[in-house]
């Protein structure tokens, strides 16, 4: 019997964060004013560094911050506000299975 995975709190705010994310560009998609796109960066930002702010419980919870902090690949890790930490994540995670 396959048991249902278990849901981290990185999955659960990684969720959060592509809704909210889809529901941008679907607003980007019409007339969208300066203020109201400035509004949804910063919601998608914030949800973005939530789920960085998550603790991860392995290799699928960082892929998920990597993917939000990245949004989607669009922006180089480099780019990130917060690219220190996504490297220093990773870091961890290879020195825990190359150990």
Do not use: Y
Not at 23 to 37: I, P, Q
Not at 49 to 63: K, Q, W, Y
Request: net charge negative.
């Amino acid at each position: 019997m396959m048991m249902a995975p278990v849901e981290t709190p990185v999955a659960i705010l990684f969720r959060e964060w592509l809704t909210l994310k889809r529901k941008w560009d679907a607003a980007a998609a019409g007339n969208l004013s300066d203020e109201a796109n400035n509004a949804w960066c910063g919601l998608v930002f914030a949800a973005a560094d939530a789920v960085l702010d998550a603790p991860s419980t392995g290799p699928a919870d960082f892929l998920m911050k990597l993917f939000a902090q990245t949004f989607d690949g669009e922006h180089d890790i480099g780019d990130c506000p917060r690219g220190a930490e996504i490297w220093a994540e990773a870091r961890s995670l290879i020195n825990e299975v190359a150990a």
